[in-house]
């Protein structure tokens, strides 16, 4: 359901991060990534700090796609 109902959040990283780097994987792959990235990391995320989800998550987003990228190319 987290998921779901940040799909937009997902699709607009994922936007930047194609822009900026030119990747070489596709939009689906990507999502894929993202969207492990981002499961993995709310399992992580410690709501005592003063660090908002979606912020403290699409540092791992990006993280994540990058090593991705990097391995493929």
């Known amino acids: 359901m987290l998921l ?3 799909r ?5 990283e ?3 991060f194609q822009f900026m780097y030119n990747s070489v994987l596709d939009e689906e ?3 894929s990534i993202a969207s492990i990235g981002f499961i ?3 399992e ?4 005592s700090k003063e660090v ?6 699409a540092y791992w987003i990006h ?7 990097k391995k493929n190319q």
């Not at 937009?8 to 607009?12: D, G, H, I, T, Y």
């Not at 992580?44 to 709501?47: A, G, I, L, N, V």
């Not at 993280?63 to 990228?69: A, G, P, Q, V």
Request: aromatic content about 14%.
């Open 63 to 69: 993280s994540e796609l990058s090593k991705e990228i």
């Open 14 to 16: 994922i936007r930047k």
């Open 29 to 31: 792959d990507l999502l």
């Open 44 to 47: 992580h995320f410690d709501s």
């Open 52 to 57: 908002k989800l979606l912020t403290y998550v």
């Open 4 to 6: 779901y109902k940040n």
């Open 40 to 42: 993995k990391r709310c």
């Open 8 to 12: 937009k959040f997902l699709f607009n």
